[in-house]
């Protein structure tokens, strides 16, 4: 069982920069592998960004050069860091945990899932 709480979310005026965390416990955190999804009202869930088995980040086309995944594997962490944000980017945003092997883009890949933390752009 692996527990994820997400933190960093709130407003921001379009242009401006959130920095989210994913903070991740239990007994098998290391065969997990993170990644951020974000799910706008009505819509399926959408991949932003994630580190692939071999440690190469990846990133949705809607958020490229402006958002950044990061890592502190000591403190079992992953951030997202959000820049230049607009008003499309408002959601809500999820960190998730995958085993080995399975797709980082697809959230049917993930096991586990925060609880969610909201983004909300103003324009």
């Known amino acids: 069982q692996v527990q994820l709480v997400e933190s960093g979310g709130g407003l921001v005026q379009a242009g401006g920069s959130l920095r989210l965390s994913c903070v991740a416990s239990?007994?098998?955190?290391?065969?997990?592998?993170m990644g951020w999804f974000r799910q706008h009202p009505g819509k399926e869930r959408e991949f932003v960004a994630a580190?692939?088995?071999?440690?190469?980040?990846n990133y949705g086309d809607s958020v490229k050069g402006r958002f950044t995944i990061s890592r502190d594997n000591a403190e079992n962490t992953v951030y997202l860091q959000m820049n230049s944000l607009k008003s499309e980017d408002t959601a809500v945003y999820y960190c998730?945990?995958?085993?080995?092997?399975?797709?980082?883009?697809?959230?049917?890949?993930?096991?586990?899932w925060g609880q969610g933390t909201q983004v909300t752009v103003s324009s």
């Open positions: 998730g945990a995958r085993l080995l092997g399975r797709a980082y883009y697809d959230p049917a890949a993930y096991a586990y």
């Open positions: 239990g007994r098998t955190t290391s065969d997990y592998y």
């Open positions: 580190f692939t088995w071999s440690g190469v980040a």
